[in-house]
């Protein structure tokens, strides 16, 4: 190529200014919507790539076989960490828990302002299992006490600078000093913190140390071991599966769940390489694992694929319009070729044309994608700051170099089959039947991707709005929930609140729970055996004897609790859901009042409780999931309130605000409303709805600059035939049907591909539910009609042009 071929290329484009505004316009708005989803993809594919030999290193989980459930869980006994060390192939084994559980976070006070803090507390081998690096201090400072490790930008968000070496913070009356800092891990880990704490910290605690460094009672946490080149996993994985099947602490279980198991073992090991822990998003919910830690394999495939249709998409329109207008130059380029032009320089011109299109796109494309980042971030729930880093930049140009070159072939190979004699004579060449039909499948192509994106969108926005406002079995709108940072019948302070909030008069009732209905934040399971009869594992849930009152809910069968008649944390009475009732083996709720189920509690004793009442079924987990056996015992051990407003919920969500500082001056106050709780089951619903909302707009947008072009070129295609028409007696009317008969049979061949399509993929989405919104195949007829009312926009002008077409002044041109 030389430096000629770019100033006639630029001439070229500046001729017809709309024309390059236009295919620069939509290949910029292709690749901006591209760049942010493949930018997104990759920073999902390259979790935890940051840490060296990442490859090396995996991490301990366990299947839980004493739930019938069998849930996956990422965390292992602690006292595992020292077994691993002596394993052969073993080089490094630690082992970490969060500082405080996410639900009751880290707060610390700097002056006078109280934050919270993302902490861990480590054992030995961490920093150098995540490659840690000091950028002040040294990280022995883990082995001391009031020392911890703080990140860079958790430094600079604390204490206002990146230098906070020797700053100090109060945690709880303890004063702590920073003595080291590291620089901040990037966003895209699943191993998040902002400060570090040694197992011998001030923070962590007599019992949480004692039992970290020995493992005594078979506490779980989060094991991480680094093997050597070569060693055999499954070989690790069986020394480390006999110490637990030997290790007393862990394996104490009632005869009847022993006889249930059979020859499974109640806990198996499992090893996971971390560089795949962001896909592990089937494992159970856990006060250690953040929902936002995970990603689905499936959804990151899906917004893959459809970075690749936008941009597939943005260059058939690309395509399109470059095609017209070649055949609009073909006077052009019969001159350059009577002038001596050969292939090789026609090739050229073309492609440096295409190249300077597609550069162009590219930058404008990258500007959008760094306007809309922030709104794009937010709305996929990471922090995607390091996406214009140099080789995502650089990427983001081949793929528009690519996108040029590969655009430019077919228009090329149209200019050189002009021929220059029969054009310069007066009768232009009309386009091969086939290169025709080639244009419309590509159409039809933009079109029929444009309504599955519509029919998609339509089903997964209704399903999880459905899901967002299905009753939970009880009215959230009067209930305000309020997590308190220590346990009701333990902490005086939490006491002082409670009552002091039941006292307000904006105020019905507050209830305690250890959970609010919709969060599994502290979900345990015991089984419960009916004497000489069946056994049933099922979710217990504790609350005091005012929760159902609170929450207006009533019974199935029997009674429910009542702050009037029962006694708070009395262990006699139990409730019971119908699916508990089932699986205990009664023939029906009403048989189950009064009868005895035996529980054993966590030391070990076996109690006697009676069944007092059948529960109706309340939505702790999604409707992804069929409701569970669920025990109800009294227990205000609980630091959840449940507060059942008399007004306007803000009065009491202010009232709060202004109580707190008097009980908990050195925590955050969390509020929330009870229906935003069952909400957050269905934000990653919702985050996908709105990305495939912003596809289909796209898709749509794209698919209408197809069908103006198809338009276009159908009415300068078949204008004497138009002419022929109306000397013929044709009107108005007849010629405007013709354009939109020829656009609408296209539409309705991309129906006929694009709705079974999308009606499969419709249909899969919903399988994860086990309650469906009444969708029917309205959706599908809702996205044709869309697509057809954007299409026909879309060929309003040119079938103006067609209608009023003069016969005198079309066979003169």
Do not use: C
Not at 447 to 458: E, N, R
Not at 520 to 547: I, Q, T, Y
Not at 674 to 684: C, G, H, K, M, T
Not at 745 to 758: F, N, R, S, V, Y
């Amino acid at each position: 190529m030389k430096l000629g071929d770019f100033r006639i290329g630029w001439r070229t484009l500046i001729q017809e200014p709309a024309y390059t505004l236009a295919v620069v316009l939509g290949l910029g708005v292709g690749l901006a919507a591209s760049l942010l989803l493949l930018g997104f993809v990759r920073y999902s594919m390259e979790y935890n790539a940051h840490i060296p030999e990442v490859d090396r290193i995996y991490v301990v989980k366990q299947y839980y076989n004493v739930d019938p459930s069998e849930p996956l869980h990422e965390v292992a006994p602690m006292f595992l960490r020292e077994a691993a060390l002596k394993v052969p192939g073993v080089a490094d084994a630690t082992s970490y828990i969060p500082a405080r559980p996410e639900i009751d976070p880290l707060t610390v006070r700097i002056g006078s302002k109280v934050l919270r803090v993302g902490g861990l507390t480590v054992l030995p081998g961490f920093p150098q299992t995540l490659g840690l690096k000091a950028v002040q201090g040294d990280l022995s400072a883990l082995d001391k006490p009031n020392l911890f490790v703080i990140t860079e930008d958790a430094a600079l968000r604390l204490f206002g600078t990146r230098d906070a070496l020797g700053r100090t913070m109060l945690n709880e009356g303890n004063t702590l000093q920073v003595g080291a800092v590291v620089r901040t891990p990037p966003s895209n880990t699943t191993i998040s913190f902002e400060v570090l704490f040694g197992v011998n910290s001030v923070v962590a605690g007599q019992d949480i140390r004692h039992e970290m460094l020995t493992g005594e009672h078979g506490w779980m946490g989060k094991l991480l071991i680094r093997v050597r080149p070569g060693a055999s996993l499954t070989a690790i994985r069986d020394r480390l599966q006999q110490v637990v099947d030997t290790t007393p602490s862990v394996q104490h279980f009632p005869p009847e769940t022993r006889e249930r198991l059979g020859k499974r073992r109640a806990i198996e090991l499992v090893l996971s390489p971390l560089r795949d822990a962001y896909f592990d998003y089937k494992l159970a919910d856990s006060p250690m694992s953040k929902a936002h830690e995970r990603g689905n394999p499936v959804v990151v495939a899906g917004i893959a694929a459809v970075a690749v249709l936008i941009l597939a998409l943005a260059a058939i329109n690309y395509l399109n319009l470059t095609t017209v207008r070649v055949l609009r130059r073909q006077r052009e380029v019969a001159m350059r070729k009577v002038l001596g032009a050969g292939v090789g320089q026609l090739m050229r011109q073309f492609l440096v044309e295409s190249l300077m299109v597609s550069t162009a796109a590219t930058l404008l494309g990258l500007l959008l994608a760094w306007l809309a980042l922030p709104m794009f971030s937010q709305l996929v729930n990471r922090h995607l700051d390091s996406l214009f880093s140099l080789s995502n930049i650089l990427a983001a140009f081949g793929i528009g170099a690519l996108l040029g070159v590969v655009t430019a072939i077919y228009p090329a190979w149209v200019a050189l089959r002009v021929h220059p004699t029969q054009v310069l004579a007066g009768r232009p060449d009309t386009e091969s039947r086939g290169s025709t039909q080639w244009r419309r499948v590509l159409t039809v192509v933009q079109v029929a991707t444009a309504m599955a994106f519509a029919s998609v969108t339509i089903a997964v926005a209704w399903q999880t709005d459905f899901a967002m406002h299905a009753s939970p079995g009880f009215d959230p709108a009067p209930l305000v929930i309020v997590d308190m940072p220590g346990r009701v019948r333990d902490q005086p302070q939490a006491r002082g609140l409670y009552t002091a909030l039941s006292a307000q008069p904006g105020v019905e009732s507050v209830a305690i729970s250890e959970d609010p209905v919709g969060r599994l934040d502290w979900a345990w399971s015991r089984e419960l055996k009916r004497p000489g009869g069946a056994v049933a594992m099922m979710e217990m849930k504790s609350v005091s004897a005012n929760f159902f009152e609170t929450y207006r809910i009533n019974a199935v069968a029997g009674r429910l609790f009542q702050a009037a008649t029962d006694k708070e944390d009395d262990k006699v009475p139990v409730l019971l859901n119908a699916v508990a009732v089932r699986e205990l083996g009664f023939a029906s709720n009403e048989a189950a009042i009064g009868e005895t189920v035996l529980f054993t509690g966590f030391d070990d004793k076996v109690i006697a409780k009676r069944i007092v009442g059948v529960v109706p079924e309340l939505r702790f987990h999604s409707l992804r999931e069929a409701p569970r056996a669920t025990a109800y015992e009294l227990w205000t051990a609980g630091s959840v309130l449940s507060v059942r407003t008399k007004g306007a919920p803000a009065d009491v969500e202010r009232a709060v605000q202004r109580l707190w500082p008097s009980y908990f001056p050195d925590a955050v106050s969390k509020t929330y409303r009870a229906s935003d709780v069952l909400a957050v089951n269905y934000a990653e619903d919702a985050r996908v709805a709105k990305l495939l909302a912003i596809a289909t707009v796209i898709a749509l947008v794209i698919a209408a600059f197809g069908t103006y072009v198809l338009a276009a070129n159908t009415v300068q295609r078949r204008a004497k035939e138009i002419v022929l028409r109306k000397l013929h007696g044709a009107q108005r009317g007849d010629i405007g049907l013709l354009v939109v008969r020829e656009i609408g049979a296209l539409t309705l061949i991309a129906a006929a591909i694009a709705l079974p399509l999308a009606g499969l993929a419709i249909n899969r989405y919903l399988a994860s539910f086990t309650e469906h919104a009444p969708i029917g195949y309205w959706t599908m007829l809702f996205a044709l009609a869309l697509t057809l009312i954007v299409a026909l926009i879309a060929i309003t002008r040119h079938t103006w042009i067609a209608m009023r077409m003069v016969p005198a002044e079309a066979l003169r041109t």
